[in-house]
């Protein structure tokens, strides 16, 4: 028997990233599919030391009582509303996410989608597809300005900032944001981003941007009663998490016209999605891909595995994670 500790990894993985681990580990790999069902994951992790994992499957307090020989579960994905990390803490268990690689891939897809949202690019290649395109009209797919416009963003943290100065270097956007907590001042000018209230972001943006972390307080910040509060010519852009928005009402709002249209790369239990929003042409849908170019992706990867590799002992970072989200476990008591 091997005395390397056991790994699951509950992804589609690398095949390079799983012939590293191999070296340190003995690795039960998922393969082409995501292990998401939880008894799946119970028994699949029974006797594992770690887990590497993404924005899914979810780790809960049941999973880690399931399997009392895991320490680490280590994440590539910035996102961890799927790993309950108190729980994780109050059994010893490392959480690590992957934070700062994929900042700017995924502010440029934010960029991307708000474009293609505010430009109704997706409905106009479904209708030239169609075979529809048969004259000039001077109103034919125009959508509104991205140019100048004001770009509301709310949460304002590494992919908000990053988004912020694409727009306001970028593009000559006023930036308004939204956040629980202000930025310095000297954060704020060189991305030319004004606090507002939620009120005042919801009121004043012409595009608006979501990148806030989903969790119990940020759950439907974006329902029935925020986009009212829309201008009817604003546009909504969801690489947050699904769940941020309310995707009923959403798709409600976009069907009466209470805002122009919508870009959404994350829904409500993903990867179904609801139903009414596929029938509604003003709405840009993605697969929760903001993040996905394969640099990028594979930076993810390695990041995760860096911090499993510390988490046992191994390589520069021994014993120091360097995205750990509790740290704490490892102190000597
Ligand atoms: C990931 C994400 O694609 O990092 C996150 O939080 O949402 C995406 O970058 C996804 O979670 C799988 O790793």
């Known amino acids: 028997l091997s005395d390397k500790p ?3 990894v509950a992804i589609p993985m690398f095949a390079e990233v799983l ?8 690795v039960d790999a998922a393969g082409e599919h995501p292990i998401e069902d939880p008894a799946e994951l119970a028994r699949r992790a029974q006797g594992c030391s770690a887990l590497l994992v993404a924005g899914m499957p979810r780790i809960d307090a ?3 009582d399931a399997c009392p020989t895991v320490r680490a579960v280590c994440s590539m994905a910035v996102g961890y509303n799927n790993i309950d990390v108190p729980a994780c803490t109050a059994r010893g268990v490392l959480v690590s996410n992957a934070p700062d690689v994929l900042t700017e891939t995924t502010a440029d897809f934010g960029f991307a989608l708000m474009m293609a949202t505010a430009r109704r690019i997706a409905e106009s290649e479904h209708f030239l597809r169609a075979g529809q395109w048969t004259q000039w009209r001077y109103d034919l797919f125009a959508g509104s300005d991205v140019h100048g416009a004001t770009l ?7 992919i908000g900032q990053a988004i912020a100065r694409r727009g306001h270097l970028g593009f000559g956007m006023p930036v308004i944001y939204h956040n629980r907590s202000r930025l310095p001042a000297e954060a704020e000018a060189p991305i030319g981003a004004r606090w507002v209230s939620k009120e005042d972001l ?5 595009h608006l941007v979501l990148v806030v972390p989903y969790s119990a307080s940020s759950h439907h ?3 029935a009663s925020e986009l009212a509060q829309m201008k009817p ?7 947050a998490r699904g769940g941020v928005v309310d995707d009923a009402a959403l798709a409600q709002a976009l069907r009466d016209k209470r805002i122009a249209a919508a870009g959404l790369d994350v829904f409500e239990g993903e990867p179904a999605v609801h139903p009414d929003l596929l029938t509604v042409p003003n709405v840009v849908l993605t697969p929760h891909i903001a993040s996905a170019s394969l ?3 594979r930076a993810m990867a390695d990041l995760a595995q860096r911090n499993l590799l510390a988490v046992f002992g191994i390589g520069a970072d021994a014993g120091r994670p360097p995205t750990a989200l509790n740290p704490e476990v490892l102190k000597p008591a």
Do not use: Q, S, V, Y
Request: without cysteine.
């Open 6 to 8: 056991r790994l699951l």
């Open 19 to 26: 012939a590293a681990l191999a070296e340190h580990f003995e």
């Open 62 to 64: 049941a999973l880690l």
């Open 152 to 158: 509301g963003i709310l949460g304002m943290g590494r």
């Open 202 to 206: 919801l009121r004043e943006a012409d």
């Open 221 to 223: 910040a974006i329902g």
């Open 233 to 239: 010519t604003a546009t909504l852009t969801n690489i």
């Open 295 to 297: 640099p990028t992706r």
